[in-house]
């Protein structure tokens, strides 16, 4: 299984980013994908999931970047992406994606729900 993550990058605040994660190995229309990120001295943090398709692929968002942020699937692709719009200089992060392996009950937030990680692409908004 590999995770390949993408479209970091340098944005002024209030700017937008797109990330994306192609994966080879698993079909992620079959799992539950997530994304965190983590901060300079900080621990890796839970930023939204979106569930296997057929649990209807709904998800879950952390309170800071809730009506920011979109994680949506391409099936045909078989990647996922991460929409940040509104950004903030506190969502300065190397944004990683996850893929959890089965489907567990609750809304998988930990770090260890998830099996295999992307290398991680850094997202740097200036204030």
Known sequence: VQLQ???GGSVQAGGSLRLS???TGRTLSRHTMAWFRQAPGKEREFVGNI??????GSGSYTDSVKGRF???RDNAKNTVYLQMNSLKFEDTAVYYCGLAERHLAGPMLRVADYDYWGQGT???VSS
């Open 51 to 56: 569930r296997r398709s057929a649990y209807g």
């Open 70 to 72: 979109t994680i949506s």
């Open 122 to 124: 850094q997202v740097t």
């Open 5 to 7: 993550a993408s479209g």
């Open 21 to 23: 994660c192609a994966a």
